[in-house]
C-alpha cells in the first residue's frame, strides 16, 4: 500500500528521511481492527518525528500522522483515536505510563490502511466531512483539553493563545471562542493576526506584544520564543497550560520569581482521552464549529504538504486525503 514514512531520522533536515512510496500491508491482531484511510491530517508530531525526536532509529521504518478518519471493515465510519495505551491499563489514558501515539511504537495514519485498537476507533457523524473529522484526534483533542480541562477558565474569562497559526492554536481559536471566552492571539506574521479575529479571536497582536490587560489563562504550544509573554501576560493566580514547545525547550527567561510570587500555576497537557474525544466530536456537532483546514493534498504529495510544516507556512491543518 502507498504510504509515507520515515526512513532514516535527520535532526537538521527532516525532509530527508521522508520517502512515500510502498509498504506492507498490515496484519490485524486480535482485538485490532482495520481502517481504509478516507483523510489523515498532518501534525507537528510528524516533522519531530523525521527530526528523531519521539522516534528512535531501531523503530525505523515507520509510516508517520497520528490522525484518521475512515472506514471500519465492517463498514463504518470512523475517527480514529491516537492514544495506544497498555490494555490491562484502567481510568484516563493519557496517564497510562505505557501509552504511545500511533507512530511512534504502532505504524501511523498517513497510509491507505491503519490498523488500531478496536477501542481506539469513535464513530463519525455523517455532518463532519472526511478532512473536517481527520483533524480532531490530535490538535484539535490537545486544545479541547487544554481548554476545558486544563485552565480552569469559565464563559467570559479571558484567554492568551500563543502562535496563532498552527493546528493546535486555530483549534483553541475555535473552541475558545464558541465556548464564550474572550481569546486573544498573536502570531509573528500580520495576515495570521487578521485570519485569527476571522476565526473567532478578540483581538490578534503581534508575538511578545503588550496586551490591553493580564488574561486568566494562557495556552502555550510556541516554547522559548514566547514562554517570558506568556508568563508575564497572566493575571495574579492565573494558568498556564503547555502542550508543546516547537520554538525550543530552554526558554532565557523561566521567569521564576514570577510564578511563585503571583502564584501561577504552570499545567502540563497532552492529547486526550477517548471519551473526551468523543465530547469534542459532540461540542462541534452542536456548535457548528469545524476544523480549520488550510489546504489539502493527496498522500502522493505528501513531501509537499510536511515541507510547509517545516517552515511554518500554515494557518491551521493540513489534510492528506487517500482515494
Ligand atoms: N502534548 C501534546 O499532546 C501535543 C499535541 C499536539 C501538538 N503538540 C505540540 O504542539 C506544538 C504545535 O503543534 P501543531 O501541530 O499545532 O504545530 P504547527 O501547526 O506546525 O504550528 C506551529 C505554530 O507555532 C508558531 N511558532 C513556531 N515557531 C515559532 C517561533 N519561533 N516564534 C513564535 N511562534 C512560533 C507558529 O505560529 P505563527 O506562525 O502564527 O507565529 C506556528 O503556526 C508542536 O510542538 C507539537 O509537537 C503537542
Not at 251 to 261: Q, Y
Request: proline residues 6%; aromatic residues 6%; glycine residues 10%.
Amino acid at each position: 500500500m502507498l504510504a509515507a514514512y520515515a526512513a532514516t531520522l535527520a535532526p537538521d533536515d527532516p525532509l530527508s528521511g521522508l520517502v512515500v512510496g510502498d509498504r506492507p500491508t498490515p496484519d490485524v491482531p486480535d482485538g485490532w481492527a482495520r481502517v481504509r484511510v478516507k483523510a489523515a491530517s498532518l501534525n507537528h508530531h510528524d516533522v519531530w518525528s523525521l527530526r528523531g525526536v519521539g522516534l528512535p532509529a531501531d523503530r525505523l521504518p515507520m509510516i508517520l500522522g497520528c490522525d484518521a478518519a475512515g472506514v471500519d471493515e465492517a463498514g463504518n465510519e470512523v475517527v480514529v483515536h491516537a492514544v495506544i495505551g497498555d490494555p490491562h491499563y484502567r481510568g484516563d489514558e493519557t496517564m497510562d505510563p505505557k501509552r504511545s501515539l500511533l507512530s511512534e511504537r504502532f505504524q501511523g495514519t498517513l497510509a491507505e490502511e491503519v490498523v488500531v485498537p478496536r477501542r481506539n476507533l469513535v464513530p463519525k457523524p455523517a455532518e463532519l466531512s472526511w478532512e473536517e473529522a481527520a483533524c480532531l484526534p490530535t490538535a484539535w483533542l490537545t486544545a479541547y483539553r487544554m481548554l476545558f480541562v486544563q485552565s480552569g477558565l469559565q464563559p467570559g474569562g479571558t484567554v492568551l493563545v500563543q502562535g496563532a497559526g498552527g493546528g493546535v492554536s486555530t483549534a483553541l481559536i475555535r473552541l475558545g471562542s464558541a465556548a464564550g471566552f474572550r481569546v486573544w492571539a498573536t502570531s509573528r506574521d500580520e495576515a495570521k493576526q487578521a485570519r485569527a479575529v476571522e476565526l473567532g479571536a478578540d483581538q490578534a497582536f503581534g508575538s511578545g506584544a503588550r496586551l490591553p490587560d493580564r488574561v486568566d489563562a494562557v495556552m502555550e504550544t510556541v516554547g522559548a520564543a514566547t514562554w517570558s509573554h506568556s508568563l508575564k501576560s497572566l493575571k495574579q493566580g492565573g494558568t498556564l497550560v503547555i502542550s508543546g514547545a516547537t520554538s525550543g525547550a530552554t526558554p532565557a527567561n523561566g521567569e521564576l520569581n514570577r510564578i511563585f510570587f503571583l502564584q501561577l500555576r504552570v499545567v502540563g497537557s497532552t492529547m486526550g482521552t477517548r471519551d473526551e474525544l468523543e465530547r469534542l466530536i459532540e461540542f462541534c456537532r452542536l456548535t457548528g464549529v469545524r476544523p480549520v483546514v488550510d489546504s489539502t493534498y493527496p498522500l502522493a504529495q505528501a513531501a509537499e504538504a510536511i515541507g510547509r510544516l517545516v517552515t511554518g507556512d500554515v494557518m491551521g491543518k493540513i489534510v492528506l486525503t487517500v482515494d
